[in-house]
């Protein structure tokens, strides 16, 4: 497929995802921007919002095999060895990350940090480790994962090293007034995905996050992502900012969002239009932000204004 074809697939993948998630249209772009850019995405949101709809629909328009997991024991995840006595031999048994392109994990923020470590592996390393074998995921392999930042009783926060492996956190918010009176005149929430209908194939998918990768980025481009992400590290308000990692995710988002946007190459915009989603959860403050009540996302809303564009870029 080529650029064009591309778009136009995503369009209309946009639109089918659409008619369950109401008024939501920058959300659902911006995961599907993730998966293009092989990410995982997290959805911070209190409940009730529709996040865990959000993944079932794009399960079923992506086609992707799909499993659901509340967190309970690393072996969920992974997997286990059972002894059978028939064969007098221990045998795998998969866990929901296997043979899964999509695994939805429910509130993440619930789990034993046991749990979160096995769901990290499968999110950096593509696979997962049961009594020293490894068992490869398949491809695409795409998290989406919610929690609430509300209510904190019985949470466990989320070690740095996994909120990193995030590509971006989003948060859905209210539907406004229209969009929450077609909901209620609509059919229940399950009734709506039933009727979603798969527009991508997963080769579909293969071929879009390929043209994602290989898409070349002008150097100034890479420069303006650098310089932004080091401003993070600099900043008055912030303990540990953006890793290298971050800043290869932001590249990457902004390659996504450009082909979304039904272009071949970056502009400063792209980059800037993703900046807080890449890397707001990322960023950890130190006690002066806490005292000051300084967030995350105005740092990023600074930085973004105190660094100059690059200039006469050409396709």
Known sequence: MDA???QEKIDILQKEVSTVIKGKDEVIRKVIMAILASGHVLLEDVPGLGKTTLAKAFSKALGFANKRIQFTMPSDIVGMSIYNEQTNAFEYVEGAA?????LLGDEINRTS????SALLEAMAEGCVTVDGVT????????????????TSGGTQALPDSQLDRFMICLSMGYPDAESQLAILKNVSDRDLIEKVQSV??????????????NMQVKDEILRYIICLCEKTREHEHVELGISPRGVGALAEMAKSFALCEGRTYVVPDDVLAIFPDVCAHR??????????NVTAYEILEEIAQQTEKPKL???
């Not at 991508?200 to 990768?213: F, G, L, N, P, R």
């Open 313 to 315: 870029l050409r396709k």
């Open 98 to 102: 296997v043979n899964c392109n999509l």
């Open 4 to 6: 064009k074809e591309i």
């Open 135 to 150: 068992h490869q995921l398949l491809e695409p392999f795409v998290v989406m994962a919610t929690q609430n930042p509300v």
């Open 113 to 116: 940090s046991k749990t979160q």
């Open 283 to 292: 960023l950890i403050l130190n006690t002066k932000a806490r005292r000051e």
């Open 200 to 213: 991508m194939t997963i080769e579909d998918i293969k071929q879009a996050k390929s043209y994602v990768k």
